[in-house]
């Protein structure tokens, strides 16, 4: 079974600080990883309804391989995409888009 690596890092309105968490497992194929990450990205979404929790920068990343003890993010040649969390829900954006709006947003 392939291994891949789901990073969730949150952040809410009004905060400097973002938590970052990090989990490596077996899954039969990536359509399975990318299923597991979306109930999580959904999860998330609901406690910060519950919460009454504005996010203001929060993804939940995935990465193929089991790369717990490196440095991700998301120019990692591992990094399949990423379901950016917003009050609207989560939507996945795959890597080549994310890193090109990347590029965009920072011109340098």
């Known amino acids: 079974m392939p291994a891949f690596t789901i990073?969730?890092?949150?952040?809410?309105?009004g905060s400097d600080a973002a938590e970052v968490s990090t989990l490596a497992d077996d899954f039969a194929d990536q359509s399975e990883a990318l299923g597991y990450?979306?109930?999580?990205?959904?999860?998330?979404?609901?406690?910060?309804?519950?919460?009454?929790?504005?996010?203001?920068?929060?993804?939940?990343?995935?990465?193929?391989?089991?790369?717990i003890d490196e440095e991700l993010d998301p120019t990692h040649p591992a990094f399949v995409g990423a379901w950016v969390l917003d009050?609207?829900?989560?939507?996945?954006?795959?890597?080549?888009?994310?890193?090109?709006?990347e590029a965009e947003a920072d011109p340098a």
């Open 37 to 67: 990450s979306r109930r999580m990205a959904e999860e998330m979404v609901g406690y910060a309804s519950q919460l009454s929790l504005d996010f203001d920068y929060s993804t939940i990343g995935l990465y193929e391989g089991d790369l």
């Open 87 to 101: 009050e609207d829900g989560a939507g996945f954006v795959p890597a080549d888009e994310f890193n090109a709006d």
């Open 7 to 13: 990073v969730t890092t949150s952040a809410t309105q």
